[in-house]
């Protein structure tokens, strides 16, 4: 029972204490103490320890007992962990004969150890079938326990051949089926495969919540090798998140953890982690240290979990050296081996085009680079759901940059903008290409489109992308498209959290003259100064922290502080090619709305909003009461929006409360009326999105409508992505907090403005300013700065 919560140190006395009461009662007594206490070893990584008491053979008596199985079992275990797999499949075998013969219902033991054999040994399609079967087995037997397991293992599987929706749906029926048991242990090592799926995806923050969990769980049930393996993962995923002085920390701490209990996959797990660090931080003698460290392990048989990606990084250090053939070679070793990862064949690609980069054969790079984003891009399409695909470019997007850097640094500006292009908001695209009778967007590729489409939009394009080393910008005019090299991301982003912090403090940042309006401003749009005429449109498509950024409330030094929004209109978007889309979109005839608000609130976290009712009725005014439809109330529920065919209406507004979920972003919802006798009350983006609409106009006058997570190309994704994913052509959201009282004044002149003949950015900018030129608090950005216009396709 202790092992099944997970207890290990507590079973290891239990065991000592009945082995020294009742081991000597008989020599079958003698043996399953024994045998227990070697399994409790091997699951605590001390596999010598265990096959030590397990040296000798079994007495001839017990030859086809079931302590004969479980010897064989734990014998089994001890070797794979011990990286002895031959021995290991001699054991399981021995296992596997007696348990088919003479006790069926402990087979399933046997099929979970040994599908663990064949994951070592990757064979993965055997592995997967030897886990099916352990799984049935158990069912058949009623061992729920061994179910759990075996559903665990499958989804470690499937995480390895990267069909990675399955390892999550996998993964979490297995913790959910362990909680149910008190599996503890298990429990723990699900988490830390939860933890590896999500940083597989590029969902750093998920990964990291899971690793964590999954070490210090480990920690708590006495399992130190998982500990350390799952520690080593968090340092990964620091590392992934650019925070290297907490990644180098924990991973030399994990190194020792490791090196203490000899375990040789997490030594070169670690070793490997501070290699990429050292790299990534010019610490180029450091990680030739390191890594010559990790191939030694490796060359002597001690570990070959982590021979590929040390192979690979010793590629990028011969590189640096100018060693070009050497490095040639390693790269090509990974590319050639049919168990490569997929990461690692990207990055592999990558590094060969640094290297012929290096070499002066731009061409070779320039075909390398491309072989390494058409490697990312087919492993992204093959995830088939929206909230797992939206995050896998963050494990790629870099390389994207690398790519984009050569393209600029050999004066191919217009080629680096059409790759940075390719990055941006494609699950957004293919959702809207999806739809019943939908043209897929075409992708923005000759030089003149882009220029053609700021004509047609009447606006300066303003395109940027941040990168580690530079961040760029491009500037699409009707007449010609520039581009500016800006400062690196590292240095854009704290201004971003510093200014963004100013403005929710509600604080006048003209009389203070805020540093960082006037920083940001100077940094992202002074480049382009000459080129946008005073009074004009502009479109700006964002890139990472810039999506959290209201460009309008930047402040412009000359002829005296104002912001920008006094001197353009403003829009945003996620990409050219759905811009294209967006600007052949026209002005319905039909003046239809749909309004949702003034709910009853379903509990104490969403109270009444208290200008709900005066909002819904100045917005109302400006449309025929024939073709207005109005929930509110009771009457305000998810399944009533769901069912009132919102897809006929030109405008949808929604006056409630909003979440924004960070973890999960198509979990952000509009918060409504509870459903009769029924506790829900949340229409979630996951269901907006599935509900197709053609609306010319959507807006969210609901606290952070438009997310509060920016995903690699994807953008902000919240509610406001959801309404663009449904097929919402234009979308204004809330990048914070919406005052309750400055809502229903700033939405009335909106619609005003609307009715009078303006396109939804020139009406949102006049609402704007008619607040911002007030004598009173509503001037503060605060009150006029979070809703921001989308466009959509």
Known sequence: MKIREGNYAGALLDVDRASEQYGNASVLWAWRFRVLKAHILAGQSAPQKALDLLHDELPPQLASSDVAVRFHIARGIAYRVAQKLAESENSLRSAERIARDAHPEILCEVLNARGSLEFDEHKYADAEATFQEAASSARQHNRPDQQAYALGNLAVVSTQQEHFDQAIDRGQAATELSQSLHMNAIIATMQGNLGWSYFELGDYDTALEYYKKGAENSERSGLPGYTAYWFAGVADTYMALRNYASAEE??????????????????????????????????????????QEALQMEEQGLDHFGVLESALLSGRIETSKGHHEQAEKLFQRVLQDPKAETPLRWQAEAGLAKLHDDEGHLAQADSEYRKSIDTIEVARRSIDRDDLR??????????????????????????????AELSRARTLAEGLSSAPQAKAPTRVTADRQPQQLAQRSKATLLFYWLGQKH?????????????????PAPEIDPVIKSYRAALLESRDLLATGNPDGKKLHAMLVEPAKKLIPQGSRVIILPDSSLY????????????????????????????????????????????????????????????????????????????PESRLQVLSKNQATPAAYLSSRPEQYAFLHFVTHGTASRARPLESAVILSKEKDEDSYKLYARD????????????????????????????????????????????VGALWEVNDSAAPQLMDKFYGELSAGKDPAAALRAAKLSLLHRDDVYKKPLYWAPFQLYAGS
């Open 688 to 731: 907006i999105v599935k509900r197709r609409l053609s609306a010319y106009l959507v807006t969210i006058s609901a606290c952070n409508g438009a997310g509060t997570r920016a995903y690699s190309g994807e953008g902000l994704v919240g509610l406001s992505w959801a309404f663009l994913r449904a097929g919402a052509h234009n979308v």
């Open 250 to 291: 924990l991973a030399k701490r994990t190194l020792e953890r490791a090196r203490a209990l000899n375990n040789a996959q997490t030594i070169t797990a670690c070793l490997n982690t501070l290699v990429e660090i050292m790299l990534r931080t010019g610490r180029f003698d450091e990680a030739d240290e390191y890594n």
């Open 471 to 487: 961040s760029y910008l491009w500037v699409i005019t009707p007449a010609k498209t520039a581009n500016f090299t800006l400062p």
């Open 548 to 623: 959290g950024l209201n460009f309008e409330t930047l402040i412009v030094s000359e002829p005296k502080p104002h912001y920008w929004i006094e001197d353009v209109t403003l829009t945003t978007a996620s990409s050219l090619t759905l811009l294209a889309s967006a600007s052949m979109q026209t002005v319905p005839k039909d003046k239809s709305l749909f309004l949702v608000g003034d709910t009853i609130p379903p509990n104490a976290d969403f109270p009444a909003l208290r200008q709900a009712a005066d909002e819904m009725q100045r917005i109302q005014k400006y449309f």
């Open 390 to 419: 939206l995050s896998y470019l963050s494990g790629g997007i870099e390389f994207y940059d690398d790519y984009i850097e050569f393209l600029i640094r050999h004066h191919r500006a217009g080629d680096a903008l059409r790759v």
